[in-house]
T-cell receptor, first 118, second 113 residues
Framework: AQTVTQSQPEMSVQEAETVTLSCTYD???????LFWYKQPPSRQMILVIR??????QNATENRFSVNFQKAAKSFSLKISDSQLGDAAMYFC???????????????FGQGTILTVHP | DGGITQSPKYLFRKEGQNVTLSCEQN?????MYWYRQDPGQGLRLIYY???????QKGDIAEGYSVSREKKESFPLTVTSAQKNPTAFYLC????????????FGDGTRLSIL
């Protein structure tokens, strides 16, 4: 079974600075997807960024980028120019691209609470 | 607008009572999922369904039941066998394209009276 680990329960950053959230995962599969979701106090789950394992290029979405290290099974999220609205719980998640009934399920890490200081 | 609607937003359960959480989507998605979130924790998969009239147990299915009679609807019943049901429940859906992420509803908060 796949596991996802976020080793930083809490992180903080000054507004306009850069912060990196860590995520490692364990899998024996070679084809999968990785996601970062944001959960603000409203508790909505908002997709931040997505990475396909067979793509070597790191995904980027505006101020959000990832550092995907497939061999090390590491998938960190970098937030540049942090804004007050970035304050939330961030979850790393894994989804298998294998066939059968298992695909599409998300396995989540424990989450990292990000605080942004003005 | 297309999306996922969960109701009610808040729900209270008495001891020995079954309660049902509603999840409806108008995204024409085939797959639907139920997750449970405990305070300060990540989401854990309860049940999922990839097509109508078929569903699979997730990691923590004990004490829960589901049905998938219509593509748009995937209700979750929390039975009296679930001894610790207090949690936040999130429903999600996804289309056939595996590259697409799951879309989430706004959740239901279930508490014990």
């Amino acid at each position: 079974a796949q596991t996802v680990t976020q080793s930083q329960p809490e992180m903080s950053v000054q507004e306009a600075e850069t912060v990196t959230l860590s995520c490692t995962y364990d899998t024996s599969e070679s084809d999968y997807y990785l996601f970062w979701y944001k959960q603000p106090p409203s508790r909505q789950m908002i997709l931040v960024i997505r990475q396909e394992a067979y793509k070597q290029q790191n995904a980027t979405e505006n101020r959000f980028s990832v550092n995907f290290q497939k061999a090390a099974k590491s998938f960190s999220l970098k937030i540049s120019d942090s804004q007050l609205g970035d304050a939330a719980m961030y979850f790393c998640a894994y989804s298998s691209n294998a066939g059968g009934t298992s695909y599409g399920k998300l396995t989540f890490g424990q989450g990292t609470i990000l605080t942004v200081h003005p | 607008d297309g999306g996922i609607t969960q109701s009610p937003k808040y729900l209270f359960r008495k001891e020995g009572q079954n309660v049902t959480l509603s999840c409806e989507q108008n995204l024409n998605h085939d797959a639907m999922y139920w997750y449970r979130q405990d305070p300060g924790q990540g989401l854990r998969l309860i049940y999922y369904s990839q097509i109508v009239n078929d569903f699979q147990k997730g990691d923590i299915a004990e004490g829960y039941s589901v049905s998938r009679e219509k593509k748009e609807s995937f209700p979750l019943t929390v039975t009296s066998a679930q001894k610790n049901p207090t949690a936040f429940y999130l429903c999600a859906s996804r289309g056939r394209d595996r590259r697409q992420p799951q879309h989430f509803g706004d959740g239901t908060r279930l508490s014990i009276l």
